[in-house]
């Protein structure tokens, strides 16, 4: 998941369905291209249910699914152009948009009760769209999505987590988090579960790095979080060295983080530290628990 949430470039001829990358694999077809990171299309911190199922018209579709749904906002999934606005009537999708995001990716937004843009209108990721609702041939509310490539609808990626197929699962939005400037990811998400944050230290304006520790492995995680040049590749680094261990590092040109780094260190002590840009920290050994 890596290598899509970081927007790194892509340059092995393979496709990497499941994080989100298409690839050519037709003569004369487009160059690979990276999907946008597409988020939840609800507000920041709402949690919605991902209904997944065999016989969904289109495959792959995703439904999502909430108590009082009607009503609710919902957002652009990534920034783009407005290509669809449409109403069937009780038929179909009813309300729905689509998005144009460039490079072949678009998304769909059906049964809506209310539509808020126009054809041709740019919108930003996180941005309101329209409202949620039952319109067309449905028979309850809920917000019909597609990611499609090329023309076919793919399995979709959610903030870098494929959705499962088939089954419900629940999907916290990460969408416009921090007011439409800060990071879609937390440093929880990129050391996996079970981390939790220990300690943290600010890079000035340019992002945070964080110190996580896992009571059940033992081990100690470090990342560094931009809050600047958001989506687009920067020098970002994140460092771990357990005491009378050789340092681990991540570093690159990345667009949201660097890491995870991650070393066991159960009873020793730990120095931690990242950068973004020529904003840089490390701490002396602590945290020797």
């Not at 400037?181 to 945070?208: M, Q, T, W």
């Amino acid at each position: 998941m890596r290598t899509v949430r970081r927007v790194l470039v892509v340059a092995a001829a393979a496709v990497v369905g499941a994080v989100g990358v298409t690839v050519a694999v037709a003569s004369g077809a487009p160059e690979a291209v990276a999907a946008p990171n597409f988020q939840v299309p609800f507000r920041c911190n709402v949690t919605v249910t991902a209904a997944t199922f065999s016989g969904h018209s289109p495959a792959n579709s995703v439904d999502f699914q909430k108590s009082g749904i009607t009503g609710m906002p919902v957002v652009a999934s990534a920034g783009g152009k407005v290509s669809r606005v449409d109403n069937e009537g009780a038929d179909s999708y009813g309300r729905w948009i689509e998005i144009d995001h460039g490079g072949g990716f678009r998304t769909r937004y059906a049964h809506l009760s209310a539509q808020q843009v126009s054809v041709g209108q740019q919108v930003a990721v996180g941005q309101q769209i329209g409202k949620a609702g039952a319109t067309g041939g449905v028979s309850g509310p809920h917000l019909h999505y597609e990611q499609i490539v090329n023309g076919g609808v793919r399995k979709a990626v959610l903030d870098g987590r494929a959705v499962p197929y088939f089954g419900h699962t629940s999907f916290t939005s990460h969408n416009k988090c921090g007011g439409g400037s800060g990071n879609p990811y937390s440093a929880g998400e990129v050391c996996g579960s079970g981390f939790s944050v220990i300690d943290s230290h600010a890079l000035g304006k340019s992002g945070r790095v964080y110190l996580l520790y896992s009571a059940a492995s033992k081990k100690n995680c470090v990342t560094t979080l931009k809050s600047t040049s958001l989506g687009k590749k920067s020098p970002v680094s994140a460092t771990l060295q357990v005491k009378g261990a050789a340092k681990a590092a991540d570093s690159g040109s990345f667009a949201y983080y660097a890491g995870p780094v991650t070393r066991a260190a159960a009873a020793k002590c730990v120095k931690w530290g990242g950068s973004v840009g020529t904003a840089a920290y490390t701490s002396p050994y602590e945290h020797c628990g």
